[in-house]
C-alpha cells in the first residue's frame, strides 16, 4: 500500500456531500491511500480511500479537521472549479443575431 499526498487549489468556494457548510477558496492537502494490483505485467494501484484536510474555521484556529471523501467527488469538485473560472461574459459585448441566407 502507498499513501500520495497532493494539493488540489480552489479559486472559489466549494461543497463537498456530507458537509453542511460552503468551503472557502485556497489550497486543501489531500492523501490517497491506494493498493497495488497484483498479478498484472505492469504495476497499478487501485485507490481505498482519499481524505481531505480542511483548513480551521475562525472560531476554531487550532483545531483541524479531515474528512474521508469520494475521489470522484473531489475530481468534479475540481472540474466545477476549474469551468467556472474559464467561462467569462463580458457584459460590455453585444452579439447581433446571426441571420440565416
Known amino acids: 500500500m502507498r499513501t500520495c499526498k497532493n494539493i488540489v487549489n480552489f479559486s472559489k468556494p466549494f461543497v463537498l456531500n456530507g458537509l453542511d457548510e460552503v468551503l472557502p477558496p485556497g489550497g486543501y492537502i489531500t492523501e490517497t491511500d ?25 472560531d476554531n484556529i487550532g483545531r ?10 473531489l475530481d468534479t469538485a475540481l472540474l466545477l472549479d476549474k469551468l467556472t473560472n474559464s467561462v467569462s461574459i463580458d457584459s460590455n459585448t453585444v452579439q447581433a443575431p446571426i441571420e440565416k441566407p
Do not use: C, N
Open 34 to 58: 491506494e493498493e497495488l494490483l497484483e498479478g498484472l505485467s505492469f504495476l497499478a494501484y487501485r485507490r481505498i480511500s482519499t481524505r481531505i484536510h480542511l483548513q480551521p474555521d475562525s
Open 64 to 73: 483541524s479537521r479531515t474528512l474521508i471523501i469520494d475521489p470522484k467527488e
